[in-house]
């Protein structure tokens, strides 16, 4: 059974700019007892999170709102173990897979099967699954013959589907993920949208980050208002979403969309079409 | 969930990960020592077991550089010999050496040093230039100096040649004491990763680093016996095993060259080896926690 366990957790960012990057300076700093070099100790620190605590089990679809610059990537990125909290403890059990970059470790230079395996192998995947995923991939993002050329030589359309393919392959059970994601939903494919459905349906828990709050309120069951790293509010996504829109001053806030209860798969009639589309720079 | 209504797109079962329960992750802030440096260890571990990982990004380093030409890496190896022809008549020339003794010297020196060099400038980089993905995901901070070791032990692996063709030439082989040269070769291993994510994690804190590093490098090359061999020095050649580029050298390079390093060059090459590792190891399990800010 996964879950998530956040505990007191805070995280702090040192802003090192300009002379807290030097050595010359620190040195400095120290030798002449820190009378010299007092800017040097001055270091900014940004507080990231502050005392954030929840606990979330399978089933549980958490939404994270918040403005700009109120820790929701930091949040996620610390539930990933990529930040380290300063102060309190994570702890995720069950395996994770966050998408934060959608283009994770790709290399122009490589072909397209080369960066599928590499992303495998990033995964943790043996070489038959690393063979499933590139099948997976290469039948989802239409690559046909270019699955042999180098990512350089692909049109932006056929990079972001190779990107958004592989970041959608591989089914964890801790899910999380960031709002680039979603950008833009009105050009979101259906093909695309049912993936990602899929995917997300597939985990035990999502932990989903986003400004665009419709898809918050379709997807989760739970939201976290954050803002200045602390939770302001956390509940029913109806209840926290309308005070949260309400706080922001939005007239939106009445019409939220209702939950999921049955994800209405559209017809992927349209795929083909629409997946030309996405040659122009669709799928964001 | 509930898999049964995720029609269309389910994946192969191949491609859902599994865990065999326990945490996957488990990070308490203000641990002491011993609890960062369990993580550590947890971190090489990681890393180890992700060796084909490593393997792989290492390759394609290597083989990216040269992606189009007709000789491929083959061109590191063109390009040493070279630089070795050219330094060795000029040297042998200027020094009044005998070509036959310096230039199987010279060119094993050279391959050596290019080695350190590289991997010392490209440790600078180690995890500046990974900021994309270590901000992306969580990887065994490890992986990242195996990377650059492994790279440069294939990079070395095709220079070796010039050596060989250059022994081959002038006919000097060492024979069976080459094999005494194994265990240094080892050290240099465990030496290059503990130099390597040591330089990484520093660079990454503090910026003005690499040209410093840069610059010591530049003066070690001189002030060892890279290009001129150690017995010129007459008056006080004792003090030399104080200069641990010097030490390390002849570990790898004496036996290689036939001669038997001496109880003084290994007690110097062991030495500082071990306090490079222990500083090394110290720094890593201090830091590693951070480096995901700082990069």
Redesign the interface.
């Known amino acids: 059974m996964a879950t998530i366990d956040a505990d007191h957790v805070s995280v702090d960012f040192p802003l090192y700019h300009g002379s807290a990057r030097s050595l010359k300076r620190a040195v400095f700093a120290a030798a002449s007892g820190g009378r010299i070099g007092k800017d040097a100790q001055k270091r900014v620190v940004v507080q990231g999170l502050r005392d954030v605590s929840f606990h979330l089990g399978a089933g549980d679809r958490l939404g994270l709102v918040g403005s700009n610059g109120a820790g929701k990537t930091t949040l996620l990125r610390t539930l990933a173990g990529i930040y380290e909290p300063v102060r309190g403890r994570v702890r995720v059990c069950g395996s994770l897979n966050a998408l934060l970059d959608p283009n994770l470790g790709m290399n122009p230079d490589l072909t397209g099967r080369e960066n599928i395996a590499l992303r495998g192998l990033f995964a943790g995947l043996g070489r038959p699954a690393i063979r499933r995923l590139e099948e997976d991939v290469r039948d989802f993002a239409d690559l046909d013959a270019f699955v042999d050329l180098p990512v350089r030589t692909y049109s932006s359309g056929m990079v972001v589907r190779l990107g958004f393919a592989l970041a959608t392959a591989i089914h964890p059970e801790v899910l999380m993920m960031d709002e680039w994601f979603l950008a833009g939903d009105a050009g979101f494919l259906d093909k695309a949208r049912l993936r990602l459905e899929s995917l997300v349906r597939g985990a035990e828990i999502l932990v989903l980050s986003s400004h665009m709050h419709e898809i918050v309120a379709r997807w989760c069951n739970r939201v976290i208002w954050l803002e200045n790293g602390r939770i302001q509010e956390d509940g029913a996504p109806q209840e926290v979403l309308g005070h949260y829109l309400a706080g922001k001053g939005s007239e939106e806030a009445p019409t939220l969309p209702a939950p999921l209860p049955a994800p209405p798969f559209a017809e992927a009639t349209v795929v083909d079409a629409l997946l030309k589309e996405s040659d122009r720079g669709g799928l964001r | 969930?509930?898999?049964a209504?995720?029609?269309?797109?389910?994946?192969?079962p191949?491609?859902?990960?599994?865990?065999r329960?326990?945490?996957?992750?488990?990070?308490?802030?203000?641990l002491g020592f011993s609890g960062r440096q369990h993580q550590a260890i947890a971190d090489l571990g990681e890393a180890a077991?992700?060796w084909?990982?490593g393997t792989?990004?290492a390759w394609?380093d290597v083989k990216?550089r040269y992606?189009g030409s007709m000789l491929g890496p083959l061109w590191l190896t063109l390009s040493t010999a070279v630089m070795v022809a050219a330094l060795g008549f000029l040297y042998s020339t200027l020094f009044k050496m005998v070509l036959r003794e310096y230039l199987p010297f010279l060119a094993l020196s050279l391959v050596l040093w290019g080695y350190v060099q590289t991997m010392v400038s490209e440790a600078c980089l180690g995890f500046t230039q990974n900021d994309?993905?270590?901000?992306?995901?969580?990887?065994p901070f490890s992986l990242y100096g195996g990377r650059i070791v492994l790279r440069n032990v294939i990079v070395l692996a095709h220079n070796i040649i010039v050596i060989v063709v250059v022994f081959a030439i002038f006919d000097t082989w060492p024979g069976a004491r080459a094999a005494l040269a194994l265990p240094g070769v080892v050290l240099w291993l465990v030496d290059s990763l503990a130099v390597t994510m040591a330089l990484a994690a520093i660079c990454a804190?503090?910026?003005?680093?690499p040209p410093?590093v840069a610059s010591i490098m530049q003066i070690a090359f001189f002030v060892s016996p890279v290009i001129w061999r150690p017995e010129l020095i007459h008056r006080g050649a004792r003090f030399l095993p104080l200069n641990p580029f010097y030490s390390l050298f002849e570990i790898v390079r004496g036996p290689l060259l036939g001669e038997i390093p001496g109880h003084m060059i290994w007690f110097s090459a062991l030495g500082y080896s071990v306090l490079m590792i222990a500083l090394a190891w110290l720094l890593f399990v201090r830091v590693r926690?951070?480096l995901?800010?700082?990069v």
Do not use: Q
């Open positions: 969930m509930n898999r209504d995720a029609p269309l797109a389910a994946p192969p191949a491609l859902r990960l599994k865990t329960g326990g945490a996957t992750l488990d990070l308490v802030a203000g077991r992700l084909r990982l792989t990004l394609l990216g992606r994309a993905i270590i901000r992306a995901v969580r990887m804190r503090f910026r003005d680093i410093i926690g951070r995901a800010f700082w």
